[in-house]
């Protein structure tokens, strides 16, 4: 069992806690993708698991194992630097044995494991090279290559894909995650790249602050970010947060933003400041005909000036002036618009984000069973919020 538990870890440097209280548990066969921007603790966590950093307080549990205190070499966890170190006066095929000799496995038996694993990272033809005769894409498997290589019962991975160019790194992506399927080995591995993380975890821990901000699956954590950190580090453009109060209005509460209010179900909870989260792909732009006819869905279309359009490949992301307002609508190339260009963006109510402006945290909300007011896009109707989302009782609107 290569269950991994960490409970209540801390790491202080001088003064500074730089790991808080850390708890997490990684099941057996799990690919746990430790996310955040830089200089938010990833690596040092991970160097505390691996056995590189002692902790202040707090205990990692590898199956029934306690390992807080083992050394690295006794946890039977690979890991795979953001620097590789090769040895530069060795072959790639020594470089790739290297953890075996070490173990005094019978030569034949490195042998043939070597050339297995050399084969599973297409490096059987650089076996005779020394480092610096490999490409930097070459190394990193390599040093891929040094990790697998011992069948560790975890792998523990720090931005190994960071030195590659963008094809590279898309195709060695795919690699770790066939790699993963079929070694079924548990991996924790640690990127600042959303993309590696939504495409290649089964579930994704941000980190923020020497905290967990969020952790769930790739979806959970795109879908109902937790917080307004966590919605402004996913996507690209990330979700787009809107200055927002949300107000008892007769039967109902609104989310007022400018130009925008979004009826919700009536609730006893008080009027308060919120900040109002839409995703790039969830606007739509309501074409000029409707626009020019002046019929208004209240709530749920807001005017806006193009300022700038950005050309993404199969897609477009057209910037918009929205009451001073920085707000990006994102869809398949072309949107049709053009700079200076006025226009209305279309929401769809049930694709918005509250969070409460103090404290940042997600706010649980509903919206009015008659949806008359309400533009239903076309591709079927609103996906309701996720229910597993509800914010603690005490913060719901
Ligand atoms: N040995 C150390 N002594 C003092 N401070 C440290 C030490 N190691 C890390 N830190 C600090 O801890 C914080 C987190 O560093 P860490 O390397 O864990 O970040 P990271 O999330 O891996 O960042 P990146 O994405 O840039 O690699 C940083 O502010 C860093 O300066
Ligand atoms: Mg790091």
Redesign the pocket.
């Known amino acids: 069992m290569a269950e991994i538990r960490i409970e209540g870890l801390t790491r202080s440097?001088?003064d500074v806690r730089?790991v808080d209280d850390i708890s997490i548990e990684v099941a057996d066969g799990d690919f746990l993708v430790l996310l955040?921007?830089?200089?938010?603790?990833?690596?040092?966590?991970l160097r505390m698991i691996a056995g590189l950093l002692e902790p202040s307080a707090g205990r990692i549990l590898l199956g029934e194992r306690d390992i807080t205190h083992l050394p690295a070499r006794q946890r039977d966890l690979a890991m795979v630097f953001?620097s590789y170190a090769l040895y530069p006066h060795l072959s790639v095929e020594r470089n790739i044995g290297f953890p075996l000799r070490t173990a005094r496995v019978p030569r034949a038996e490195i042998r043939s494991r070597v050339r297995e694993v050399a084969g599973q990272l297409e490096l059987d033809h650089l076996l005779d090279r020394r480092p610096r005769e490999l490409s930097g894409g070459q190394h990193q498997r390599v040093a891929l290559g040094r990790a697998l290589v011992r069948d560790p019962q975890a792998f523990l991975m720090d931005?190994p894909l960071s030195n590659l160019d963008a094809k590279l790194r898309t195709a060695t992506r795919t690699e770790l995650t066939a790699l993963h399927r079929r070694l079924g080995r548990t991996f924790i591995y640690?990127t600042?790249d959303q993309v590696e993380a939504m495409s290649m975890a089964t579930r994704v821990a941000l980190?923020n602050d020497g905290q967990v901000e969020q952790i769930g699956t790739p979806t959970q954590v795109y879908d109902t970010p937790a917080s307004v950190f966590v919605a402004g580090f996913l996507g690209a453009p990330p979700m787009n947060l809107l200055t927002a109060r949300v107000e008892a209005a007769g039967p109902l509460l609104t989310v007022q933003a400018p130009g925008l209010r979004i009826p919700l179900w009536p609730d006893s909870a008080p009027s308060r400041d919120v900040t109002l989260g839409i995703r790039p792909e969830s606007l739509h732009r309501v074409p000029a005909d409707d626009a020019a006819t002046g019929e208004r869905h209240p709530g749920v279309e807001i005017d806006g000036v193009v300022t700038a359009i950005e050309n993404l490949g199969s897609e477009e992301v057209a910037w918009c002036d929205v009451h001073g307002q920085a707000v990006a609508l994102r869809g398949p190339r072309p949107l049709g618009l053009a700079v200076g260009e006025r226009t209305r963006l279309g929401v769809d109510p049930a694709r918005v984000h509250l969070f409460d402006r103090a404290s940042g945290r997600r706010l649980a909300w509903q919206q009015p069973a008659v949806r008359s007011a309400v533009t239903i896009p076309a591709g079927g109707p609103p996906v309701p919020p996720d229910p597993t989302s509800v914010a603690p009782a005490a913060a719901s609107v």
């Open positions: 440097f001088g730089a955040g921007p830089s200089g938010r603790e990833k690596t040092t966590l953001q931005e640690v600042h980190l």
